[in-house]
């Protein structure tokens, strides 16, 4: 075997090697996990019912983040007390969500961000 076809032969098998990575890599961003499915499906849930500072609850619920999750939960006080949502709470909420979209744009690949995304 001659050189050149020894290096024709390897870079020719390094290119098909990054397309298998590539397409690897394509198929895991595709994949939403059946945990953050099953969030979404809940979210969904909460959100249909117009519970939304229930569905931010159960998003901070799932990264584990016991502050965000005190949060939601007392936004939620705040609204049943009330018996209405406060302009000036509406806005603090919706500074919660973004941090929380935000985080969740950090842990969660591409589809699963735009599913956790769109249940709100």
């Given at each position: 075997?001659?050189?050149?076809?020894?290096?024709?032969?390897?870079?020719?098998a390094n290119k098909e090697?990054?397309?298998?990575?590539?397409?690897?890599?394509?198929?895991?961003?595709?994949?939403?996990?059946?945990?953050?499915?099953?969030?979404?499906?809940?979210?969904?849930?909460?959100?249909?019912?117009?519970?939304?500072?229930?569905?931010?609850?159960?998003?901070?619920?799932?990264?584990?983040?016991?502050?965000?999750?005190?949060?939601?939960?007392?936004?939620?006080?705040?609204?049943?007390?009330?018996?209405?949502?406060?302009?000036?709470?509406?806005?603090?909420?919706?500074?919660?969500?973004?941090?929380?979209?935000?985080?969740?744009?950090?842990?969660?690949?591409?589809?699963?961000?735009?599913?956790?995304?769109?249940?709100?």
């Amino acid at each position: 075997m001659k050189l050149s076809s020894r290096k024709e032969l390897l870079s020719e098998a390094n290119k098909e090697l990054k397309g298998i990575k590539r397409s690897i890599k394509e198929a895991e961003e595709i994949q939403i996990s059946k945990k953050v499915a099953d969030l979404v499906k809940k979210m969904e849930g909460l959100t249909d019912k117009n519970h939304h500072n229930d569905a931010l609850a159960e998003l901070a619920k799932f990264f584990n983040n016991k502050k965000m999750e005190k949060v939601m939960k007392s936004i939620q006080d705040i609204q049943d007390e009330m018996k209405s949502m406060p302009y000036g709470l509406t806005q603090f909420r919706n500074e919660v969500s973004k941090d929380l979209l935000a985080l969740a744009k950090q842990r969660l690949n591409g589809k699963e961000y735009e599913a956790v995304y769109r249940a709100l």
